[in-house]
């Protein structure tokens, strides 16, 4: 029975793609998870600072059927502009992105619009978003996005060659976007919920603070306090009770875990890169001087591999 159940579901939503199109159907789909009515709840970061794991955790407790959660990086005018640029530029076209890429682009803009309407209702939304070692930020991204490398690079790299890394670094230091990490703050938290991170101080010993104004309550966490703390963080937030933290999405999962591993062990990056990353006003805000130079001190140094 479940099997027809399912068959006829997908006939009827493949009828639907033809009649109206596919981006006009995942644009209705998103605006009606979106007017269901519960109090919005978004675990809104920049990529690779561990936003899926948590955002997984939250929908596997039972918080999912009080609170409307969603896992978007980029929603403001600026943000969405950003992302979806860079997105064509690297595809080729709209057309090219996946389905699954179409319609997280789609459900933000429509968010960025709930988002205006709750303010000007006087409305709340509650926020959760992590700050990582900016420079790292920056690799994780590098390598997720690997799909993107030209094709000649990804063809020196099915193994971590020194030829290959040496390459790898090139292309990471030329044509990265590196500011991101400097810039998200300001262009996502501050444009959308008026907070200023940087204007308040932030507790970098227990891990994480809690901002609030009339329209938002924003959690930010650092990544690399995150098993210590997210349980308290969770509590004084969400009110949840012995919150655990799933692990998914992790760069050792991915085709590319030995080239990325090998990055990190072995590429020393340079002491202008590092001042760049680490003289940033993230790293100050949220980072103290010892955890900064202990950051420069693993990107500095090219790493070899204990003998076993």
């Known amino acids: 029975m ?49 936003s899926t794991s948590i955002a997984a955790s939250l929908k596997a407790s039972d918080l999912r059927r009080t609170m409307t959660i969603y896992q978007p990086h980029f929603l403001s005018d600026e943000g ?27 459900r933000n803009r429509l968010l960025n619009d709930e988002l205006l309407r709750l303010r000007a209702a006087g409305g709340r ?12 930020t920056n690799v994780s991204g590098f390598f997720h996005n690997s799909r993107w490398w030209p094709a000649e690079l990804n063809a020196r790299c099915q193994s971590a ?3 290959c890394l040496a390459a790898l670094e090139r292309y990471f230091l030329d044509h990265y976007t590196h ?5 998200w703050f300001d262009m996502e938290v501050k444009a959308l919920y ?8 932030f507790d970098i010993a227990r891990g994480y603070t809690i901002y609030r104004n009339d329209f938002a309550d924003v959690l930010v966490m650092k990544l690399e306090r995150m098993n210590e703390c997210v349980a308290d963080a969770m ?27 090998a990055f990190r062990k072995r590429v020393a990056l340079p002491e202008s890169y590092l001042d760049r990353m680490y003289t940033s006003r993230i790293a100050s805000q949220f980072y103290s001087p010892e955890e900064i130079a202990a ?13 076993k």
Do not use: C
């Open 295 to 307: 950051f420069r001190q693993k990107w500095s140094v090219a790493r070899v591999p204990e003998v």
């Open 2 to 50: 479940h099997k027809w159940l399912r068959k006829l579901r997908a006939i009827g939503k493949q009828f639907v793609l033809t009649v109206i199109g596919e981006d006009r159907f995942l644009r209705r789909r998103a605006a009606r998870q979106i007017a269901s009515g519960k109090p919005l709840l978004l675990v809104h970061t920049m990529g690779k600072v561990g």
């Open 194 to 201: 008026g907070i200023d991170v940087f204007a308040e101080p």
């Open 235 to 261: 509590h004084d937030f969400l009110g949840l009770k012995n919150f655990q933290l799933m692990e998914s999405n992790t760069a050792d999962d991915k085709g590319y875990a030995d080239v990325y591993v």
């Open 179 to 183: 500011d991101v990490p400097n810039t």
């Open 161 to 163: 060659t020194p030829d």
């Open 80 to 106: 969405i502009a950003f992302a979806e640029a860079l997105a064509i530029s690297n595809a080729g076209s709209w057309d090219n992105l996946t389905q699954k890429g179409r319609a997280g682009y789609l």
């Open 125 to 136: 939304v509650k926020i959760i978003t992590v700050v990582r070692d900016p420079l790292a």
